[in-house]
């Protein structure tokens, strides 16, 4: 059984910022490339950033320069810290991954977690 698990998400003003976490647990064998997503009301999940093992990145056009992923593999966890938080940041965001588990050491899976909210009021 594997968990990811996010956390971090609050209300905060504009300017402000915020750290989010995504653990994974469980029957890991491995952890490939990792991604936060984001959902705001009445629109369509998007990606916000994403990282390979090995640290390479990219981002969102409208999150770059403001937002920074990160991870630590020894933690199985990912990070996303968020700066000068806009009011259109605000959303449900969700971390995944694509991991290989101890049953199947071959292969890859995506998993979710359930998402954390981030409210960035005016």
């Known amino acids: 059984q594997v968990q990811l698990v996010e956390s971090g998400g609050d209300l905060v003003q504009a300017g402000g910022s915020l750290r989010l976490s995504c653990a994974a647990s469980?029957?890991?064998?491995?952890?490939?490339?990792m991604r936060w997503y984001r959902q705001a009301p009445g629109k369509q999940r998007e990606l916000v950033a994403a990282?390979?093992?090995?640290?390479?990145?990219n981002y969102a056009d409208s999150v770059k320069g403001r937002f920074t992923i990160s991870r630590d593999n020894a933690k199985n966890t990912m990070y996303l810290q968020m700066n000068s938080l806009k009011p259109e940041d605000t959303a449900v965001y969700y971390c995944?991954?694509?991991?290989?588990?101890?049953?199947?050491?071959?292969?890859?899976?995506?998993?979710w977690g359930q998402g954390t909210q981030v409210t960035v009021s005016s």
């Open positions: 995944n991954a694509d991991l290989r588990t101890l049953r199947s050491q071959v292969q890859w899976f995506r998993y």
């Open positions: 469980g029957s890991i064998f491995s952890i490939n490339a």
């Open positions: 990282i390979t093992t090995d640290g390479n990145t």
